[in-house]
């Protein structure tokens, strides 16, 4: 049977591993010579450990991975609506302009004469990434978003440091926060302070004032934050921080319920990150890469890594070096940055253009209110107000009946579509963040939320109905307790 | 409802202590163990280490979930579980037998008189006497 | 309305849309969002046709010199490998490329196995018990391998070798602001006697100037000081040389870009990551182990997550989330494809090309490569013109790499030249051909002009 989606139900069978294809002595041609090499290389440094790598026909390695392909769920293959992940589609222009010769085969230590193109590629989308966030800087280097807070945080020290202010030692992060945001404060050497969130959904106004003090490094907050509510009272809470002698950090994992409708500059924020492998498009890649520009204020310009893009007055676009920028807190990965990745984001931008970015927030917005309404008869919200871009249902209710949100995120593979995200924010029992993002067509919306009522209805009457999905998935559910009770992490002849 | 052995004393972070002379078994109580679901993991300090009560004696992890053991005493590690290290479901069905954690002996035996009687650790966790011996 | 070409909504939807949930307008959605910051400008040009899309990143993208479009000589970190015509076609697949992290293991098989396979042939290159599913590239590879290091050792200090890619000492270097770690920058050939107290030594074989190393001996003396061996790591070259897994290193982490992924400027590329078993705990970043499913039919899932941000939060073992999956899944492609005798042959040529070229370099009056130890694909080519004989061969249309006076401290001011299996016979003569000349000339040249390094 085939669903609307078809994103499950056509999956095939298993695939065997490349060892259990492989045999000795089959092999493609792909490079061939260089027998002399050996005679070049002193014995004591040659490798006598065997090199098992499997041996394989080209045909035999297309298939496998055709079938590998197969089995996994993707954008391409339909709704895939995991909350603060914005899986909406990946336009492929964007792919083709990444490949383009003078993009995919530059060397990074090429001299700027050679790359003037993609110099001015980047500096461009500094700019435009500047004026869509209303910030005044930015670094393109951040892999990711974590990568991004990490980058920022260290800002914030220098920035205290360069003050003479060296008492501070805590970031303060609300119990809503995804989990990248402490890791990266603890691994700028910070301690942790969690702030609770209060009936609405925002910030704890009283438990925030009562955590700031002259040892705040800053404060780390996502708006709209994981609940996908906007903080209502975000000025309040930038204005506090700042008075503390703290810095805002903006976490951009939600930017896209913000495109055209505010800014993180003009809301109090001293920084924010975008991530461009949500909000602009670029494919998640099964996990990555993603690219975390990194917005900011004048006043946390000098403390930027190195190298950024500048334009000299001549016109010609190079990269700045070290010496430059002697507060700099130095490079946090090789070279510029992600710039396949944006690349692509840089094209869908100027696909869009500035009335489609307005678009692009408005019907997300639209979108997840939209779905909100048509599940909600069944479904509780775990903090009823307007959503942006994604909501938060609780399935406690479908728990006291006997399934309970892990059952419902199984049940609905069977129902042809990916999950949304489940069991977080953790403040939330029972979570279930759905973000259906701007490019679901109203069916395919009015067919989620159907299923989504059906699981419910199904619950109702028949809990154990639900507890043995999926049933229609390459895979039942797997033993995640076996696996980490005796890790088996690669492949081990029998 | 969850065991509460009437043979041993408890700490608010959910150990139990079980006191021989000199020495003390530690392990984590079977509505500890509930709480984290199956147990795949779990970190136990040499012998001859010395532990703080109220600090950190170990981890145990499940899959979602990693928790700090807390010394409910403080002491000198004799022996630590080999055997739980090895096997962490022994956590699950045996939290008060096979699945006990270190011996240590005691630093200060005036400790013990801050740990919970059962009945108080079962009010606790918020499960009347009648669930003795369960 | 319509300005976005990818937004599936007619007019009649929104309009079906807001009717079902009650309200006129998108605007009684952003009641919460303070009124003088709505609707902000944000100075986007206005929106592009795809064909004008197209044309415009041409354009631009004609302004960049590719590295095929002549002899090209630069390499270290990133290398200009021959990438066979199905790793893209099928890594890229839809599929994979428009994933996301495998949270559904039942609907995400292809990603799990694929990361896990690619795990695997990992660790038969490198050696090693366990490689996770990636870093975002070496630099940071080797920055989390020192701080995994610390996590295991208790010591703050970490001494790393001079001859250590520039861009990894620097990141390693901007990493050890957070946790205030002394990091101690010394020759390769020092490492051994600054063992005491160290977290751990961190030795590139081969290094950045194409040396080979003695890692044995500095892995022996790291434990015998208590602390760990970190081994930078090229994978082509892991083909032909004794792997880290038999030198006696603890850690092995690398830059896997070489493995079919494209040079792109840089980024994204592929952070490898190697470990010991018993060290597996402090492992950053995710990791794909086998189990069965309900049926007791094999499957594999992301594993031992507490490690990871998402459960530890402040006491994860790193911050890292998205990583670069698909780059580890091209790699994987790759390898599976070249097996052992493509690879071999590879790294090969790449040896032989530049044991070919260092001689007929050597060969001319003024000119010195390497440093008399034995080499591997890359080497140091040393001029009366210094770092400057870059630019001089720039206008030759020879890319080399760059300047190492810059970034190798007390090594002499030259050049670094890569080659790999895409380096031809007549790249090579039209280097040494360039080189030649250009010596010649700027001896010829009066002194007040003549091109000098600092």
């Known amino acids: ?494 | 409802m969850s065991s509460v052995p009437d043979d041993l004393k408890y700490s608010k972070e959910h150990e139990w202590v079980r006191v021989d002379g000199d020495a003390a078994t530690i392990g984590i109580t079977a509505f500890a163990q509930e709480q984290l679901g199956d147990v795949v993991f779990v970190e136990l300090p040499e012998k001859g280490a010395r532990v703080r009560q109220h600090s950190s004696l170990g981890v145990v992890e499940s899959v979602k979930a990693a928790s700090d053991v807390y010394a409910p005493i403080s002491g000198e590690v004799l022996e630590r579980n080999v055997k739980v290290i090895e096997s962490p479901e022994l956590v699950n069905s045996q939290p008060y037998g096979d699945g006990w954690m270190v011996k240590v002996r005691l630093a200060d035996k005036g400790e013990l008189a801050s740990l919970l009687s059962p009945d108080d650790y079962r009010s606790h966790i918020g499960e009347g006497s009648a669930a003795a011996g369960d | 309305m319509g300005e976005n070409p990818y937004s599936p909504h007619t007019e009649a939807d929104r309009a079906a849309m807001l009717a079902r949930i009650g309200i006129a307008s998108v605007d009684e959605l952003l009641t919460a969002v303070p009124e003088d910051a709505r609707g902000p400008a944000m100075g986007v040009p206005h929106g592009l046709s795809e064909m004008e899309v197209q044309a415009h990143l041409e354009r631009i993208a004609a302004l960049d010199r590719p590295a095929h479009a002549g002899p090209f000589f630069i390499g270290g970190p990133v290398q200009r490998r021959y990438i066979p015509a199905a790793v893209p076609v099928l890594a890229l697949r839809g599929e994979f490329l428009t994933a996301y992290t495998p949270y559904q293991p039942e609907v995400s098989q292809g990603t799990l196995q694929a990361i896990w396979e690619y795990q695997s042939l990992m660790s038969e290159l490198l050696a090693m018990d366990v490689v996770n599913s990636s870093m975002y590239d070496g630099s940071t590879a080797v920055a989390e391998a020192a701080l995994m290091a610390v996590r295991l050792t208790g010591r703050k200090r970490v001494v790393i070798a001079n001859e250590v890619f520039s861009q990894y000492r620097q990141t390693l270097a901007t990493y050890a602001k957070g946790p205030e770690l002394e990091i101690v920058e010394v020759p390769t050939a020092e490492l051994a006697a600054h063992a005491a107290n160290a977290a751990c030594l961190i030795v590139q074989h081969p290094d950045a100037l194409g040396t080979l190393v003695d890692v044995r001996t500095i892995a022996e003396a790291a434990h015998a000081a208590g602390g760990l061996c970190v081994q930078v790591v090229e994978p082509h070259a892991n083909a032909l040389l004794e792997p880290p897994g038999a030198l006696g290193v603890d850690i092995a982490v690398g830059e896997g870009q070489p493995l079919g992924i494209p040079l792109s400027f840089g980024g994204p590329h592929l952070g490898i990551i190697a470990c010991r078993e018993p060290l597996v705990r402090q492992m950053p970043g995710r990791i794909v182990g086998q189990t069965v499913d309900a049926n007791g039919t094999r499957g594999f899932v992301n594993t031992l997550q507490t490690r990871e941000q998402h459960i530890r939060r402040e006491k994860a073992t790193s911050n890292i989330c998205t990583n670069e999956a698909i780059a580890a899944i091209m790699a994987s492609v790759y390898l599976s494809l070249m097996g052992p005798t493509s690879l071999r042959a590879a790294a090969r040529l790449g040896v032989l090309r530049a044991h070919q070229l260092a001689d007929k370099l050597a060969k001319l009056p003024g000119v010195t490569t390497g440093n008399g130890a034995p080499f591997f694909d890359r080497f140091a080519l040393r001029t009366p013109l210094g770092g400057e004989l870059r630019t001089v061969l720039l206008a030759e249309g020879i890319l080399v790499g760059e300047g190492i006076g810059l970034h190798y401290n007390g090594v002499g001011d030259g050049v670094t030249i890569q080659c790999t299996e895409l380096t031809t016979p007549a790249d090579i003569d039209a280097l040494v051909r360039a080189v030649q000349d250009s010596v010649r000339a700027a001896a010829a040249l009066p002194p007040s002009r003549e091109p000098h390094s600092n």
């Open chain 1, 1 to 494: 049977m085939l669903f609307e989606t078809g994103a499950v139900t056509e999956m095939p069978a298993l695939e065997p591993l490349l060892f259990e294809l492989q045999r000795e002595g089959r092999a493609g041609r792909h490079v061939r010579g260089g027998e002399e090499a050996d005679a070049l290389i002193p014995q004591a440094f040659t490798r006598t450990v065997r090199l098992p790598l499997p041996e394989l026909s080209e045909p035999q390695v297309v298939r496998h991975y055709t079938h590998l392909a197969q089995l996994n769920y993707s954008v391409d293959a339909g709704m895939y609506p995991l909350g603060s992940c914005t899986m909406k589609y990946n336009p492929k222009i964007n792919d083709r302009a990444a490949s383009l010769p003078g993009f995919a085969d530059i060397h990074p230590h090429q001299p700027d004469e050679t790359v003037q193109g993609a110099l001015q590629l980047l500096w461009e989308l500094q700019e435009l990434l500047a004026g869509i966030s209303g910030m005044d800087h930015v670094t393109l280097q951040p892999a990711a978003g974590a990568h991004a807070e990490f980058t920022a945080i260290l800002m914030f020290k220098a920035y205290h440091e360069a003050r003479g202010d060296t008492k501070r030692r805590r970031v303060i992060v609300p119990d809503s926060a995804h989990g990248t945001n402490p890791a990266s404060a603890a691994m700028c050497g910070f301690d942790v302070t969690t702030v609770k969130s209060d009936a609405r959904g925002n910030v704890d106004l009283d438990a925030r004032k009562a955590a700031l003090g002259d040892d705040v490094v800053g404060f780390m907050l996502t708006n709209p934050n994981t609940l996908g509510l906007f903080e209502e009272r975000v000025r309040e809470v930038c204005d506090a921080v700042h008075a503390a002698g703290g810095l805002v950090y903006g976490d951009g994992a939600n930017m896209n319920a913000l495109l055209g409708v505010a800014r993180p500059g003009d809301l109090g924020f001293d920084c924010v990150h975008i991530n461009v492998h949500k909000t602009f498009s670029t494919p998640h890649g099964a996990g990555g890469p993603g690219a975390g520009p990194l917005c900011v204020k004048k006043h946390l310009e000098p403390f930027l890594p190195v190298p950024r893009i500048v334009k000299d007055s001549s016109g010609e676009f190079r990269r700045e070096t070290a010496a430059e920028h002697p507060l700099s807190i130095g490079r946090v990965r090789s070279f510029i940055g992600n710039f396949g990745v944006l690349v692509r984001a840089y094209t869908y931008i100027r696909t869009l253009g500035e009335e489609g970015l307005v678009e692009t927030g408005r019907d997300a917005i639209l979108a997840a209110n939209y779905l909100l309404a048509l599940v909600r008869e069944r479904y509780d919200v775990a903090y009823d107000r307007t959503p942006m871009h994604e909501f938060v249902l609780t399935a406690a209710k479908q728990k006291r009946q006997g399934a309970n949100a892990l059952d419902i995120a199984k049940a609905l593979i069977d129902e042809g579509f990916h999950p949304p995200t489940v069991y977080f924010p953790l403040i939330v029992p029972e979570s279930m963040m759905i973000e259906p993002t701007e490019t679901e067509p109203k069916e395919t919306l009015d067919a989620f939320a159907d299923a989504l009522l059906r699981i419910a209805k199904r619950i109702e009457t028949d809990p154990k109905a639900v507890h043995d999905a999926p049933v229609k998935a390459p895979l039942r559910r797997l033993d995640e307790v076996a696996a980490a009770r005796k890790p088996v992490l690669r492949y081990k002849p029998a």
